[in-house]
Nanobody, 117 residues
Protein backbone atom coordinates (compact mmCIF):
# COMPACT_ATOMS: atom_id res chain seq x y z
CA UNK A 1 0.00 0.00 0.00
CA UNK A 2 1.04 3.54 -0.76
CA UNK A 3 -0.68 6.61 0.62
CA UNK A 4 -0.42 9.82 -1.37
CA UNK A 5 -1.26 13.35 -0.26
CA UNK A 6 -1.21 16.30 -2.65
CA UNK A 7 -0.71 19.89 -1.60
CA UNK A 8 0.13 23.23 -3.14
CA UNK A 9 -3.01 23.98 -5.10
CA UNK A 10 -4.77 27.29 -4.96
CA UNK A 11 -5.92 30.34 -6.87
CA UNK A 12 -3.47 32.09 -9.17
CA UNK A 13 -3.72 34.65 -11.93
CA UNK A 14 -3.03 33.75 -15.52
CA UNK A 15 0.69 33.76 -16.18
CA UNK A 16 1.47 32.78 -12.62
CA UNK A 17 3.07 29.67 -11.15
CA UNK A 18 2.31 27.00 -8.62
CA UNK A 19 4.22 24.01 -7.34
CA UNK A 20 2.27 20.93 -6.38
CA UNK A 21 3.68 18.34 -4.02
CA UNK A 22 2.77 14.68 -3.67
CA UNK A 23 3.92 13.18 -0.37
CA UNK A 24 4.03 9.40 -0.21
CA UNK A 25 4.06 6.98 2.69
CA UNK A 26 3.91 3.22 2.93
CA UNK A 27 5.93 1.11 0.57
CA UNK A 28 9.24 2.53 -0.76
CA UNK A 29 8.35 5.44 -2.98
CA UNK A 30 11.40 4.96 -5.21
CA UNK A 31 9.91 1.74 -6.59
CA UNK A 32 7.09 3.51 -8.39
CA UNK A 33 6.60 5.78 -11.29
CA UNK A 34 4.47 8.82 -10.49
CA UNK A 35 1.85 10.43 -12.63
CA UNK A 36 0.18 13.78 -12.27
CA UNK A 37 -3.35 13.85 -13.64
CA UNK A 38 -5.98 16.54 -13.81
CA UNK A 39 -9.72 16.63 -14.22
CA UNK A 40 -11.66 19.74 -15.12
CA UNK A 41 -15.44 19.98 -14.65
CA UNK A 42 -17.25 18.06 -17.35
CA UNK A 43 -14.04 16.69 -18.81
CA UNK A 44 -12.27 13.36 -18.64
CA UNK A 45 -9.27 12.89 -16.43
CA UNK A 46 -6.03 13.34 -18.34
CA UNK A 47 -2.41 12.48 -17.70
CA UNK A 48 -0.42 15.68 -17.47
CA UNK A 49 3.06 14.42 -16.65
CA UNK A 50 4.79 11.27 -15.59
CA UNK A 51 8.15 10.42 -14.08
CA UNK A 52 9.46 6.88 -13.96
CA UNK A 53 11.25 5.28 -11.05
CA UNK A 54 14.44 5.93 -12.99
CA UNK A 55 13.66 9.58 -13.63
CA UNK A 56 12.46 9.51 -17.23
CA UNK A 57 9.73 12.03 -17.89
CA UNK A 58 6.74 12.44 -20.14
CA UNK A 59 4.54 15.50 -20.66
CA UNK A 60 1.24 16.01 -22.33
CA UNK A 61 1.52 18.31 -25.31
CA UNK A 62 -0.70 20.88 -23.61
CA UNK A 63 1.82 21.43 -20.80
CA UNK A 64 5.13 20.69 -22.51
CA UNK A 65 7.57 23.51 -21.81
CA UNK A 66 5.46 24.97 -19.01
CA UNK A 67 5.26 22.16 -16.44
CA UNK A 68 8.13 20.23 -14.87
CA UNK A 69 7.75 16.99 -12.97
CA UNK A 70 10.41 15.89 -10.51
CA UNK A 71 10.88 13.63 -7.54
CA UNK A 72 12.94 13.45 -4.38
CA UNK A 73 13.07 9.84 -3.26
CA UNK A 74 14.81 10.74 -0.01
CA UNK A 75 11.80 12.87 0.88
CA UNK A 76 9.27 10.44 -0.63
CA UNK A 77 7.83 13.35 -2.56
CA UNK A 78 7.06 14.16 -6.17
CA UNK A 79 6.52 17.66 -7.51
CA UNK A 80 4.82 19.38 -10.39
CA UNK A 81 6.13 22.85 -11.10
CA UNK A 82 3.58 24.72 -13.18
CA UNK A 83 4.53 27.94 -14.92
CA UNK A 84 2.74 30.25 -17.34
CA UNK A 85 -0.60 29.02 -16.12
CA UNK A 86 -3.72 29.70 -18.14
CA UNK A 87 -7.41 29.38 -17.25
CA UNK A 88 -7.41 26.15 -19.27
CA UNK A 89 -5.18 24.64 -16.57
CA UNK A 90 -7.97 24.98 -14.00
CA UNK A 91 -8.75 21.51 -12.66
CA UNK A 92 -8.37 19.17 -9.72
CA UNK A 93 -4.88 17.73 -9.87
CA UNK A 94 -4.15 14.22 -8.64
CA UNK A 95 -0.94 12.30 -8.19
CA UNK A 96 -0.84 8.55 -8.57
CA UNK A 97 1.70 5.78 -8.14
CA UNK A 98 2.31 3.63 -11.19
CA UNK A 99 2.42 -0.02 -10.15
CA UNK A 100 2.62 -1.43 -13.67
CA UNK A 101 3.13 0.22 -17.03
CA UNK A 102 0.30 2.73 -17.43
CA UNK A 103 -1.53 1.29 -14.42
CA UNK A 104 -1.95 3.48 -11.38
CA UNK A 105 -3.14 1.64 -8.29
CA UNK A 106 -2.72 4.35 -5.68
CA UNK A 107 -4.18 7.84 -5.85
CA UNK A 108 -4.18 10.95 -3.76
CA UNK A 109 -7.29 12.92 -2.89
CA UNK A 110 -6.54 15.74 -5.29
CA UNK A 111 -5.81 19.44 -4.97
CA UNK A 112 -7.72 22.23 -6.69
CA UNK A 113 -5.91 24.57 -9.04
CA UNK A 114 -7.83 27.60 -10.24
CA UNK A 115 -6.35 30.05 -12.73
CA UNK A 116 -8.16 33.35 -13.14
CA UNK A 117 -8.02 35.40 -16.31
Amino acid sequence: QVQLVESGGGLVQAGGSLRLSCAASGRPFRLYGVGWFRQAPGKARELVARISSGGSTYYAESVEGRFTISRDNDKNTAYLQMNSLTPEDTAVYFCAAETRMDQYAYWGQGTQVTVSS
